[in-house]
């Protein structure tokens, strides 16, 4: 496995990465509530997470010129 030459840009900037770790945390409060609910647990997390996951994979195929932009533009910029 080899990482791209921009990992870093791409790892804060695409919205494809943000849907992801908006899913992964869905999935873990669908856990969470799971454990600490004494009732029947609600689907919401799961069709959430199920959502996120699914515009992740969109986004991952959609250009996102505007979100790279910046870093193209000034690419010697430190944070």
């Given amino acids: ?3 791209l030459d921009d ?4 790892l804060r ?3 494809s990465v943000r ?3 908006l899913s ?5 409060v669908e856990i969470g509530v799971q454990f600490l ?3 029947q647990p609600t689907p ?6 199920a959502l996120t996951s699914l515009a992740a994979a969109i986004a991952r195929i959609v250009a996102q010129p ?6 193209q533009a000034d690419p010697d910029r430190a944070e």
Wanted: without cysteine; positive net charge; charged residues 10%.
């Fill in 44 to 49: 919401y997390f799961a069709i959430a997470s």
């Fill in 66 to 71: 505007k979100a790279f932009q910046h870093e």
């Fill in 13 to 15: 900037r695409a919205w």
């Fill in 24 to 28: 992964a945390v869905l999935g873990a």
């Fill in 37 to 39: 609910a004494a009732s």
């Fill in 19 to 21: 849907l992801a770790l």
């Fill in 7 to 10: 990992w870093t840009v791409i």
């Fill in 1 to 3: 496995m080899k990482l």
